[in-house]
DNA sequence: TGTTTATGTCAGTCATATTGACATATATGC
DNA sequence: GCATATATGTCAATATGACTGACATAAACA
């Protein structure tokens, strides 16, 4: 059967499907002999769900309270940044986001227009539009983001300190770009 | 000097905007007194960004693999999930995925018109449609989970295992539901 | 037998992203 | 000062992924 290898069942209604192998201790083989148990298949198969499920939950409410508004989730990226790194340029949030200029164009000008984000002129350099957030704009900005750092501070309270540092430095593992991982230096420890 | 919590300019070009005040609030300062470090405004920002980063990237090469098959990434989440739980129920799916059974259905009929999903009736309810992956999808699936699984055992070989726990368990923290984090039952430690 | 469930479909809409082409103002190098 | 490069913006066409609402069918269930 192709059932043996399988991950617990997924719901009564599918009961039929199986009762399958139980916990599915062998689908771990490992993938070279003498991998640590951590490297296995099934482990790393489960931090790809779990990236899925906690990033689906982590951007859910935050969803609501920005369809409530007409905004979406790329009006909240573009917030959050400028929140954070105010007087940013236009340039510098594309390389964040890694969109295009033409995506980023209809979502700026929106909140532009909606009164989120104010751009002006930059001294230095007279091309660059410096963004920064309005009254209105950090409203928003801290509505939302109190509303993912208490899901964070939750989960990093429940788990303690020691976990937190491994989530952190799995978190910047997978990130690909040194220039990324960069933004997070050496903290205070 | 209000940018004394500031995360550090983001490039050259906007060095210029280094000393621009501001919005600081307390970024940085404990949230309540007593807060251990770990809780600080900063740190559960950092989070924020970290987890923004890491997804990201980690659905960036599946992307751009999807792409060259005129699929995107809804194709890629159905096709992991069957290809995790084969003979799982449509409905099922959507209880993973939380999207509606109209956008499934596009996404879904797709991958079966072009060969990588197969639908059979259920034996036991007859009015399921038990989903599972055929060869190609078996192989797109491998390509596309070999890809991921990389980076993540780079990332988890790179920190180890405990780190590699504390990651998990934060991960879980995010997650809402009991029955997501169900899916991952308390294993061998 | 009547109701609920699992699935599917039609239609309309919205948000997010893409590519490609082109425009303007400013900076910068020779 | 002129040529070129950079920062930004805009128009147009297109794809993808999501939504709501309405309705349809077959099978299960009470």
Redesign the interface.
Known sequence: M??IN???P??P??????PLSG?GRDRGRP?KTGN????R?E????????????????T?EPDRILADRGLGRAHH?VI?FV???????V??LL??L?ITKQSLSRVLSQLVTEGYIRQDQ????RR?R?L??TDKG?ELERLL?ET??K?????????G?????????????????DE?RA???T???
């Open positions: 192709t059932d399988r991950p617990k997924l719901s209604t599918t009961a039929a499907t199986g916990s993938l640590p148990l951590f490297l298949e482990e790393l198969r489960q931090a790809i769900e779990m990236l899925f499920y906690a990033y689906r939950d982590f859910g990226r959050y929140g954070r790194y105010p007087g940013m340029s340039s510098d390389n964040i890694k930059g001294t230095v350099d660059q410096l920064t957030l950090q983001t993912q750092r899901l964070i501070a939750r989960a990093f309270r429940a788990v300190p020691e976990a937190v540092e491994g989530f952190r430095e799995v978190m910047l593992g997978i990130m690909s770009s990324d933004r997070f230096g903290r205070a420890e």
